[in-house]
């Protein structure tokens, strides 16, 4: 199992280890075939630099290695965003607020990670700088063949789960944190949009994209959610059995991979027995979001307006999938836009009512465990199977989206298993309930 920040940020106080010596070992793994096609760029001259010149190990990231996706900008560095239409970017001015917030915590930028192509896909494949492989951050490698890492924010969660980044920064705009998280048995945390400034990233949809992070532990996540968000999380020192707990099983249960049921209810029974009270609810409300978005996605409307300048000039360089995507916003109305909005906000006056008796719902991350790279690879013959496991992957974490929620995914499954994701959610601004949670279930499935 891979050391957290917190544990190796203890070991630089103590003197038992040295930031340089963590950065060395962090850019080796980098480096290494475990980690193929997870860095668009890797910074390590920079990175070195940074680690000599500073004194952070009194700093919440300590000097350790952070790695950002490719949607970010970093100062002096193009941002390409996993495309090849932006292959001639003009260099970033400055760092975006995300970037800058984790340099000021002491966070030592190692290089920017690979994605999907302007973020719009949960399974992780780029036709253009490739696909990295899925890793367990819990127990190593995969077995058998090379596994989808998830998306978009793919090589961001390869470079935790693998051991080259304490920290990934990363985006959720529908799961694309949670998805990666849940698929190589890390960390991810969705945090209330809002709390955290989106400057400097390219958009996807901006109504429903979060700036947040993944990590190796669910108190790091915490330590790394107050840099971005500059906020405290209210600690509770309650034990699990003091929350009050649900699992809806509406959406979130249906078609579940043998591998996913058997991880999630052994969870549920194993969190019982530590005391946990669990409700079983239905919450049919979940049921409407297919019908709301039938003429049309925020996403596909929102992005077709940022991109469709470029699309005019550079359509053919795009992936045609993330390119077809985007273009179903072309035939979504201003009424039909405005429509979903004004449904979308009527719905969350409903769930937030539904989602009022509890502290926390619990969920599977992701219906299915993670497919073969060769099952959904570039190519017109696989586009069916590629976009039935992409809606697959998106269903469960979108819903937290549109609710306008929070949502944690932390591991459940156990060695020799493939990778099963556990979401902890709420609506808007339960963050810290949700953390908190989180925190008490990562202590028991620890022991």
Known sequence: ???????????????????????????????????????????????????????????????????????????????????????D?????????????????????????????????????????????AWDGRFGSLPGVPRIPGGSSSGAAVSVATGAAFVGLGSDTGGSIRIPAALNGIVGFKNTARLVPTTGAIPLSTTLDTVCAMTRSVRDAIVVHEVLAARRVTRSPAPLGLWRLAVPSTTFLDELDAPVARAF???????????????????????ELGPMQANGSLSAAESHAWHRPLLATRASQYDPRVRSRIERGATMSASDYIDLLNARQHWIVRMEAALAPYDALL????????????????????????????????????????????????????????????MVWHGALHDDAVLNVGLQIEQILQK
């Open 89 to 133: 970017a003009a260099s970033a001015l400055q760092d975006c607020p995300a970037v800058a917030r984790l340099r000021s915590a002491g966070g030592t930028v190692i290089g920017r990670t690979n994605m999907v192509e302007f973020a719009f896909s949960g399974v992780g494949v780029n036709p253009h700088f490739g696909t990295p492989a």
């Open 265 to 287: 209810h052994r969870t549920l029974d194993t969190l019982r027995h530590a005391g946990a009270h669990i409700e079983e609810i239905a919450l049919p409300l979940t049921a």
């Open 363 to 422: 969920s599977p991350t992701v219906p299915l465990v993670a497919p073969p790279i060769a099952d959904v690879a570039p190519g017109a013959e696989r586009d069916a199977e590629f976009f039935r496991v992409n809606a697959l992957l998106l269903r469960n974490t979108s819903v937290v989206n549109m609710l306008d929620g929070c949502a944690l995914s932390l591991p459940c499954h156990m060695a020799g298993e493939l990778p099963v994701g556990l």
């Open 1 to 87: 199992m891979l050391i957290d920040l917190i544990t190796t940020r203890q070991r630089l106080r103590e003197g038992t280890s040295t930031a340089p010596a963590e950065l060395a070992q962090c850019l080796e793994v980098a480096q290494s075939a475990a980690c193929d096609h997870a860095f668009a760029r890797l910074l390590p001259e920079a990175a070195r630099t940074t680690v000599v010149q500073s004194d952070s190990s009194r700093l919440p990231l300590a000097g350790l290695a952070v790695s950002v996706k490719d949607l970010f900008d970093i100062a002096g560095e193009p941002t390409a965003a996993g495309s090849t239409a932006l292959s």
